[in-house]
T-cell receptor
Framework: DSGVTQTPKHLITATGQRVTLRCSPR?????VYWYQQSLDQGLQFLIQ???????AKGNILERFSAQQFPDLHSELNLSSLELGDSALYFC??????????FGSGTRLTVV | SQQGEEDPQALSIQEGENATMNCSYK?????LQWYRQNSGRGLVHLIL?????REKHSGRLRVTLDTSKKSSSLLITASRAADTASYFC???????????FGAGTRLTVKP
């Protein structure tokens, strides 16, 4: 157990639907990062939150959004899903020192 | 956008041999990190090397950093079947501490 909890572990949904992925960071970590990993794109940075505020944005589609709540957990919302959104979605957290702690990921399958 | 690129893309060796993976990156960095990912699992932080360090050891791992060449290498000595995984280098992007990952080296260690 890395200390970063992601739910659900697996998700199967239809095209056009909306899903929410949840991440609880390691205790004490203020930063949360979301990554998408697909076979042909590698690990792509989506977005970072620090203590509730958006800190950095990567290749995140407009159909995707995220937020970090006062208790520091984060949610990644994916809407109008397409087949190409099928991927592993990882959350990572970090504290004052460098080095990320990753969750075990959510495997999203869009059918 | 990706910052680092690992080389080779895939590496297959026998147990007991050494494995060397290389990473090249594009911009100036203050640190570089290596991660391991077992198939379909979350990434695990292995080692961090700062820009003012040239070499760092952790157990059977040795990491070097050459900032003049914008490159790093990860050496795993006396490899074991359990070292079979994908290995990624990661570097900070654009002055933030959000890390960007390369496409990874897939290492297979045959017993």
């Amino acid at each position: 157990d890395s200390g970063v909890t992601q739910t659900p572990k697996h998700l199967i949904t239809a095209t056009g639907q909306r899903v929410t992925l949840r991440c609880s960071p390691r205790s004490g970590d203020l930063s949360v990062y979301w990554y998408q990993q697909s076979l042909d794109q590698g690990l792509q940075f989506l977005i970072q939150y620090y203590n509730g505020e958006e800190r950095a944005k990567g290749n995140i589609l407009e159909r995707f959004s995220a937020q970090q709540f006062p208790d520091l957990h984060s949610e990644l919302n994916l809407s109008s899903l397409e087949l190409g959104d099928s991927a592993l979605y990882f959350c990572a957290s970090s504290g004052a020192n460098y080095g990320y702690t990753f969750g075990s990921g959510t495997r999203l399958t869009v059918v | 956008s990706q910052q680092g690129e690992e080389d080779p893309q895939a590496l297959s060796i026998q147990e007991g041999e050494n494995a060397t993976m290389n990473c090249s990156y594009k911009t100036s960095i203050n640190n570089l990190q290596w991660y391991r990912q077992n198939s379909g699992r979350g990434l695990v932080h292995l080692i961090l090397i700062r820009s003012n360090e040239r070499e760092k050891h952790s157990g059977r791992l040795r990491v070097t950093l050459d900032t003049s060449k914008k490159s790093s290498s990860l050496l795993i000595t006396a490899s074991r079947a359990a070292d079979t995984a994908s290995y990624f280098c990661a570097t900070p992007w654009a002055g933030n501490n959000d890390m960007r990952f390369g496409a990874g080296t897939r290492l297979t260690v045959k017993p």
